[in-house]
């Protein structure tokens, strides 16, 4: 791992020791209900930035932006950050706090909506005899 990974995985294992209330909220909803069986990982490092919440096999990136995002700066710094992510292949869902406090069943069902639902288990065809 080269000096920069791990600068920032040592960052997101801070990070998720010290969640704010809004991405505590949403960590404890995801964990709790479950989405399609889908599996996110909290904090997650992808290349230089850390994700909020990812969905690694959808390549789904939940944010979960307080008022600090609300700046000239800071949205600057967002859009930046969207456009990287895109570009390698993630899909970016940005939400509020203010989204987690007021509309936690939006959000979900927001989320909910960019993950494909699991492939149908097919059964293995009958042996001679049974049906």
Known sequence: MEQGEY??????RTLRKSMTRAEALSWSYLRRHGLNS???RRQHPVR????DFARVA?????????YTHWSADELAHDS???????????RVLRVTNVDV????????RAIASLISPPAASRRPPPHAGEE
């Open 80 to 90: 930046k950050r969207t456009k990287f992510l895109e570009g390698e292949g993630w």
């Open 58 to 66: 959808a390549k789904l990136v939940v944010e979960v932006d307080g």
């Open 38 to 40: 889908a599996k996110f």
């Open 101 to 108: 406090y007021d509309n936690l069943d939006g959000v979900w």
């Open 7 to 12: 600068r920032v995985h040592v960052k997101a």
């Open 48 to 51: 230089p930035y850390i994700a």
